[in-house]
């Protein structure tokens, strides 16, 4: 016997509607539990030296920049400190008002990026 795949909205649709307290613990335990799964495996693409690109993010100007990782600060979320390449410095200087400062300039360290935000380009060493 086959069985169709569950739709988000139908899922959605039973929390909202039909769930009780201990169906809610248990989504809420399985949610937290996937959410680690899925941080664990971006950490072990991007390292030090890893070239990178942020992708969806907000604001959204910075989606599209790359650079290499020049820090990871360790947490529940990590995050990661980028030295833009001269292309995605200039980008974003043109981008913000903030970062007009930029405006040639060969890169910039730009900190505070979610490391679950980037997609790696090269390994790092």
């Known amino acids: 016997m086959t069985t169709a795949p569950v739709e988000l909205p139908d899922v ?3 929390v909202r509607e039909r ?3 201990n169906d809610l ?5 399985a949610i937290n539990q996937r959410r680690l799964e899925l ?3 971006v ?3 991007a390292t030090i030296n890893a070239t990178v690109t942020i992708g ?3 604001p959204t100007y910075l989606t599209g920049l790359s650079g290499v990782v020049k820090a990871i600060t360790p947490g529940h979320v990590q995050y990661v400190t980028l030295t833009l390449d001269e292309a995605s410095t ?3 200087a043109a981008s913000a008002k903030k970062y007009a400062h930029l405006a040639d300039r060969d890169s910039y360290d730009l900190a505070g990026i979610p490391l ?3 997609a790696v380009i090269s390994a790092g060493t």
């Open 43 to 45: 950490p072990a693409a």
């Open 25 to 29: 613990d248990s989504i809420a335990q």
């Open 19 to 21: 769930a009780d307290e």
């Open 39 to 41: 941080q664990e495996k």
């Open 90 to 92: 200039n980008k974003l």
């Open 116 to 118: 679950g935000c980037c």
């Open 12 to 14: 959605v649709n039973y």
């Open 56 to 58: 969806d993010i907000t």
